[in-house]
């Protein structure tokens, strides 16, 4: 069985497959303790660990190994480096997790304690935005459209779509801010 201080990073990252082989063979143990004492809190299944752990090595060959490139040996040692890439893509993974725990769309309103019929809309004062900005919070926000829709329809870049939508929430903000008493 080959060490992890035995993997010829070189070959590694040149994407050799033997080599690669030999690397998760070699960093298995290493990352799926990590991972394990990482989702601890989280009382993982061995599946979640497994997943987690299988995250890591994504990461690392992710994007041509580009991850796997910025290891630098006078830093750390790969085994301590291998550590803290595995506890993060660890952290990451419980993030996941728990944010996909319940999709919104599949909780009944009548949980959420929201109707669209009490919500009051914002009264937003005349002069206080501009036409194109007023028509693009309205196709986002009442039409509900995403910013590519938007674009093609007012026939402009998606990325002027989101300036344009900034700036008018940053004057929004700033005009409720100062009404408020």
């Given at each position: 069985?080959?060490?992890?201080?035995?993997?010829?990073?070189?070959?590694?990252?040149?994407?050799?497959?033997?080599?690669?082989?030999?690397?998760?063979?070699?960093?298995?143990?290493?990352?799926?303790?990590?991972?394990?004492?990482?989702?601890?809190?989280?009382?993982?299944?061995?599946?979640?660990?497994?997943?987690?752990?299988?995250?890591?090595?994504?990461?690392?060959?992710?994007?041509?190994?580009?991850?796997?490139?910025t290891?630098d040996?006078?830093?750390?040692?790969?085994?301590t480096w291998?550590?803290?890439?595995?506890?993060?893509?660890?952290?990451?993974?419980?993030?996941?997790?728990?944010q996909a725990?319940?999709?919104?769309?599949?909780?009944p309103?009548?949980?959420?304690?929201?109707?669209?019929?009490?919500?009051?809309?914002?009264?937003?004062?005349?002069?206080?935005?501009?036409?194109?900005?007023?028509?693009?919070?309205k196709?986002?926000?009442?039409?509900?459209?995403?910013?590519?829709?938007?674009?093609?329809?007012?026939?402009?870049?998606?990325?002027t779509?989101?300036?344009?939508?900034?700036?008018?929430?940053?004057?929004?903000?700033?005009?409720?801010?100062?009404?408020?008493?």
């Amino acid at each position: 069985m080959t060490e992890l201080n035995q993997i010829d990073l070189r070959s590694l990252v040149a994407g050799h497959k033997r080599t690669w082989d030999a690397f998760v063979l070699a960093a298995s143990p290493l990352i799926n303790a990590v991972v394990r004492r990482s989702l601890g809190a989280y009382r993982p299944s061995e599946d979640d660990v497994l997943d987690a752990a299988q995250d890591v090595f994504v990461r690392l060959c992710a994007k041509d190994f580009r991850l796997l490139r910025t290891y630098d040996p006078a830093r750390a040692g790969l085994s301590t480096w291998l550590a803290v890439v595995a506890r993060s893509a660890a952290v990451d993974f419980a993030r996941r997790r728990r944010q996909a725990a319940t999709a919104l769309d599949d909780v009944p309103e009548a949980v959420l304690a929201v109707e669209d019929r009490h919500v009051e809309k914002l009264r937003i004062p005349d002069g206080l935005l501009t036409e194109r900005q007023t028509l693009i919070l309205k196709f986002l926000y009442d039409e509900e459209r995403d910013v590519a829709e938007v674009a093609q329809l007012l026939k402009i870049d998606a990325q002027t779509v989101r300036s344009t939508h900034h700036k008018a929430l940053l004057r929004l903000r700033e005009h409720f801010r100062e009404e408020a008493p």
